[in-house]
């Protein structure tokens, strides 16, 4: 118990120099990039954040259930059923407000339904997942009605000063509500669960719940709790979808975010910031793969055979990206050791 | 006491999940009364299909949760309209079934379009119409199948994907009409006819419009998988048409990367595409990919000042939340054409192989003031020149 | 079940089968029927909230998916990949791996066949078969073992590479067929291969049966195979020396590493075999039912998959109701949607129902009081330690 702790604590403070020197690359190419291009590095890196703010948001999901020790496949039948409710919420009530505020309470509600499967009815939690991914397609699809209209999206909220600022201005402080509140969520989840008493305990109920347990920590009261934030983390990224991004719902509009969510989480190693920046790499190959379409047109002769690459190809850059890095740089990611299994007194 | 906590927890959570959605259902909400009667040809007949459908005198339907079941017993606008598929075999009943490509009659995309054609022939020619969802590729055949059993007088499948299966049906069933819509078909065989669209042409009018209306002289395309041999057409016309007006234009477009799985339903891509492209200064988006060409839509009615050109019908009617930003539609008109040729056949001059629907730019709608009386002149002359040929959109089908 | 798994090879008492495998699994069969009935029930009642008849529907259901020789014939077809799938999914949970990348391996090995399907087109059907489905089970098994060999030698999680790989997998069979192997016949617009040459086919049991039984005539030859592949995953998993290996790895990889098992070769070798048992799905899928590949037609059956191998509680045999409940559903679906006008939907919304209560076999116990398993199903457990 007391090894595992510490290495969980070292994991998430100490920088690894190749971090560091991996982000100062990346900080020196973004500038270069600016120089030659503003525009374009703007563009960019402002899809960058938006494609990344639904992925960080489930992979906070992710974190939340499997830090207490539930396995969560099931973030993208939560997106897609809180994306549906949220649409419906802001139909019924159009008002943005209370359509958040029903999302997250949908949200909480199939995170409960997720908890109590796993934790009193003892399923297999990946079949749970596997439950609510099935039955949020379902019962989106069957209850989908066309041409319902809402009084409107969340709107760009513009930070004073700190827009006008070049880059930064634009791709950090020119964003909708969500996006803003999914980067304050990353260290705010960081905080909760390094800094304070309700984070060790569900650390320690997820690494090792029997010694959780004899120390007094009602381990299945928090693993309730924190699937149920979870749930409406994934709620969250509904919302995002439903309420902010697009504005209406569609069937099976999620498209595989929440699995990519679940990937980026293991990516980053069940921490925050690591799975942040797993986000953002997808997000980035994601602009980045749009942009070498958009330039194909207007290539430079010598660069003409760019331009013969089908797009298909191009269409694996994010992908491909992932797969190297995780195998060449972030390497083995080992989750919370009680992650998936029951705990039941004996 | 752990019994009973847990019934209570499991009643509470799934009973409020059923009944918000189950409530959900209202009756205004009949999948096809959509408010997309406007197709210009249908118009007038659409009106009186949705009154009865709409009315509460449909005494057994009439519980708030009815949706699917109206379906079938909607009366016809015909006095004497058969109520159901019973009698097809007889001469005097016309039978019009619909078979749509994988996906819902209700995509606001082709299956849709093809569906308000059968449903304005239902209105005119007092004809049964029913139609059947494809689910997988695999069950083509089976589902045309269906309706040619039910002895059906005209079957109409929709997509290219069909092609195939529905070519085959019309060697099995010799006395069934057949129309494939998008699908090509060389004319060996009499009882069937592929509804074809140049594309390229709508695209190059919209190429054309886009590039008279940009101040930045970057333009953009957010489009479907290239896969569809269609939205390949509607983006080559749309850059050639642009260039034919600006030869210095900038376009930048991009296919959705996701193939069939997700390139046309992925409406958050297709806003973030646009954005991206906003971004970097394109002032005119055309949107051409079922719901991720209306995600751009969408996104481009959020910016002030840009605007956005929609796809296939005239998506002034099917996304209302564009109405900012769309100046015009390119469209191919599938509505019209499936209830053209289900007219020819019924008063016997069915053709056979492919017939040309009709293509061309939708209204501008609010922003028929905004355009220039000399762009839509041009834009008159290039529509003249690309019926008589004197223009080519420079697109050369892939084969 | 781990458990359970791990004491059941007792060497098989030929004079006691009855008691030793037939009374078990008649008992076993219990939960799932009691499952399916209660998860039917729920989807009448969503079915009649919204307006339409139950019944009406079910029986269009039945009568689509069982109804008449076609209707059978069909049902068969559907549920031939997903025993692949299902059988896949569950070589690999048994050694502690979640090959979420099913859908991926499976397109590969459909794509790869068609792709030798229409090449030769002088090659004897006795030739043809196999080789198509040889190479369509290679290129599984190859792109199987990708994440096998990321996770034993950099430590990458297989649940992240397998779900990258789906979308290689996609966007390379979407390139292949509309680019260089693309069907150039006069007048194809569409994505697809050329259809397979006749001799790469596989034909129905009443064509190779020397004599006539109306009732075989229409049974798929894939489904054949795919039932017989269930059996020698059965044997292989639980009566072979390779099947020991992996299970234990599963259930405890340090314990097995401190038995002298290598727990890289296992891992390997069964995301290899996982991923040559989902290649030959997509391989038979091509030649016994679609002809060609074409994109999107095999959308969803990596995933539909993971609902099989968890419905049949992870148990090879078990895949084979599984998938044949699901593929009923599938093959019935269509003809409930004309004739009782209920959207397709319901069928997902019945699945997730039935697998809940399958799981969730706390619940259908205590409602026919019934004795507590040994010992639930475990799988998700070695997700996150090892």
């Known amino acids: 118990m007391q090894a595992i702790n510490s290495n969980t604590q070292a994991r998430s403070v100490n920088l690894p120099w190749r971090l560091i020197v991996g982000l100062g690359v990346i900080l020196l190419l973004i500038i270069i990039s600016y120089i030659r291009s503003p525009q374009i590095t703007t563009a960019v890196l402002s899809s960058t954040l938006r494609q990344s703010t639904p992925i960080i948001l489930g992979a906070l999901a992710g974190i939340f259930c499997e830090r207490s020790g539930v396995v969560n496949i099931g973030i993208e039948g939560m997106m897609l059923m809180s994306a549906y409710m949220g649409f419906m919420f802001n139909v019924w009530t159009g008002n943005l407000l209370l359509a958040i505020v029903g999302t997250l309470l949908v949200g909480a509600l199939i995170g409960a339904f997720h908890a109590l499967m796993s934790i009193t009815l003892k399923v297999d939690q990946v079949i749970g997942g596997t439950v609510i991914n099935i039955l949020a397609t379902g019962l989106t699809g069957y209850f989908y009605q066309q041409g319902l209209t809402t009084s409107g999206k969340l709107q760009t909220i513009t930070i004073p000063v700190l827009s006008d600022l070049p880059i930064v201005g634009p791709v950090l402080f020119t964003n909708p509500p969500i996006t803003y509140a999914a980067i304050f969520l990353v260290v705010i989840v960081h905080l909760v669960l390094f800094k304070t008493r309700w984070g060790l305990r569900t650390r320690a109920v997820g690494e090792h719940p029997a010694a959780a347990d004899t120390v007094g920590i009602r381990v299945n009261f928090v693993r309730y709790v924190n699937v149920i934030i979870g749930g409406m983390f994934a709620a969250l990224a509904g919302a995002f979808l439903t309420l902010e991004a697009v504005g209406t719902f569609e069937r099976g509009m999620t498209n595989g975010r929440g699995f990519v969510s679940l990937a980026v989480m293991i990516f980053g190693k069940w921490t925050p910031f690591g799975s942040w920046g797993g986000a953002l790499l997808f997000g980035f190959a994601n602009g980045v793969q749009t942009q070498i379409q958009f330039l194909q047109s207007q290539l430079p002769s010598w660069l003409a055979w760019l331009g013969q690459i089908p797009n298909q190809f191009i269409g694996m850059l994010p992908y491909l990206l992932t797969i190297i890095v995780l195998a060449g740089f972030v390497g083995r990611s080992r989750g919370p050791a009680a992650s998936g299994k029951v705990y039941s007194k004996e | ?399 | 079940m781990e458990r359970v798994e791990a004491q059941a090879p007792k060497p098989p008492n030929k004079s006691n089968w009855i008691s030793s495998y037939l009374f078990p699994a008649l008992y076993a069969a219990i939960v799932p029927v009691m499952a399916v009935i209660v998860a039917l029930i729920i989807g009448a009642i969503i079915i009649a909230l919204s307006g339409s008849n139950p019944l009406v529907a079910y029986k269009e259901l039945l009568i689509g998916a069982v109804g008449s020789p076609r209707a059978i014939q069909r049902t068969l077809e559907r549920a031939t990949p997903l025993i692949f799938g299902g059988l896949a999914l569950t070589l690999a949970f048994k050694a502690g791996l979640f090959n979420i990348g099913a859908q991926g391996q499976l397109i590969l090995g459909a794509i790869l066949a068609g792709w030798i399907g229409y090449i030769f087109t002088d090659l004897p059907a006795i030739v043809h078969i196999p080789l198509a489905l040889a190479i369509g089970a290679l290129v599984g098994a190859l792109y199987g073992a990708i994440p096998g060999f990321l996770k034993a030698y950099s430590g990458a999680h297989e649940v992240i590479v397998t779900i990258m790989l789906n979308y290689i997998a996609g966007n390379l069979t979407d390139y292949l067929s509309n680019g260089p192997w693309k069907d150039r016949a006069r007048g194809n617009v569409v994505a697809r291969t050329p259809k397979i040459a006749e001799s790469a086919e596989i034909p129905s049991l009443g064509d190779i049966l020397p004599f006539d039984i109306s009732i075989l005539n229409n049974i798929p030859l894939g489904a054949v195979l795919a039932g017989l592949v269930a059996i020698f995953v059965w044997w292989l998993i639980n009566k072979s020396t390779l099947g020991f290996e992996m299970r234990t790895v599963g259930e405890n990889p340090h314990a097995a590493q401190y038995a002298g098992i290598s727990v890289k070769r296992i891992t390997i070798i069964a995301m290899l075999l996982s991923g040559l048992l989902a290649g030959l799905g997509g391989a038979v899928e091509t030649l016994g039912v679609n002809g060609r590949f074409e994109p999107g037609t095999n959308a969803g059956l990596g995933f539909n998959a993971i609902t099989i191998a968890l419905l049949a509680r992870v148990h090879p045999i078990g895949v084979i109701p599984a998938a044949l409940l699901i593929g009923m559903m599938q093959a019935g679906g269509a003809l409930m949607q004309f004739n009782a006008k209920v959207a397709i939907e319901i069928i997902d919304i019945v699945q997730a129902l039935i697998l809940f209560f399958v799981a969730a076999d706390i619940l259908i116990r205590k409602m026919l009081r019934m004795r507590k398993s040994e010992g639930g199903l475990n799988l998700s457990g070695g997700w996150g330690g090892s």
């Open chain 2, 1 to 399: 006491m752990r019994k009973s906590f847990l019934g209570a927890l499991l009643a509470a959570l799934l009973l409020p999940i059923l009944v918000a959605c189950g409530g959900s259902s209202t009756p205004a909400a009949e999948p096809t009364s959509a408010p997309v009667a406007a197709e210009p040809t249908a118009a007038p007949a659409a009106e009186p299909t949705e009154a009865p459908a709409a009315e509460p005198t449909e005494a057994p339907a009439a519980e708030p949760t009815e949706e699917v079941a109206a379906e079938p017993t909607e009366a016809p606008a015909a006095g004497g309209a058969p109520t159901d598929d019973s009698n097809c075999a007889d001469e005097a009943v016309l039978c019009v079934g619909l078979v749509t490509d994988v996906g819902r009659v209700d995509d606001k995309s082709f299956n849709q379009s093809a569906w308000e054609g059968v449903k304005a022939a239902e209105a005119e020619l007092g004809a049964y119409v029913d139609y059947i969802e494809t689910a997988a590729a695999q069950d083509y055949a089976n589902n045309i199948m269906l309706f040619a059993e039910k002895n059906y007088d005209i079957i109409v499948t929709v997509g290219f994907a069909l092609a195939e299966a529905t070519a085959e049906a019309g060697e099995e069933y010799p006395n069934i009409k057949f129309i494939g819509v998008d699908q090509f078909h060389d004319g060996s065989q009499e009882n069937v006819v592929g509804l074809i669209f140049n594309e390229d042409r709508a695209g190059y009018l919209a190429g054309a419009l886009a590039a008279s209306m940009s101040q930045s002289g970057t333009i953009a395309a957010v489009l479907g998988t290239d896969l569809v041999p269609a939205v390949v057409a509607f983006k080559e016309g749309y850059e050639n048409g642009a260039k034919a007006i600006n030869p210095d234009i900038t376009v930048i477009s991009t296919y959705h990367p996701g193939g069939f799985a997700s390139g046309f339903t992925d409406p958050e891509w297709g806003a973030t595409t646009a954005k991206q492209a906003i971004d970097q200064g394109a002032d005119v988006v055309f949107g051409a990919g079922g719901n991720t060409g209306n995600g751009a839509l969408i996104e481009v009615a959020g910016n002030e000042g840009k605007y956005c050109i929609g796809v296939d019908s005239d998506q002034w009617e099917t996304v209302p939340e564009a109405h900012s930003c769309l100046i015009s539609s390119a469209m191919k008109l599938i509505t019209p054409g499936v209830t053209e040729l289900i007219k020819a056949a019924k008063d016997g001059n069915f053709p056979s192989g492919v017939y040309y629907g009709d293509v061309g730019l939708a209204p501008f709608h609010d922003f028929d003031s905004v355009i220039p009386a000399e762009v839509k002149a041009k834009l008159d002359e290039i529509n003249a020149g690309l019926a008589d040929g004197s223009i080519d959109t420079g697109y050369v089908p892939a084969n």
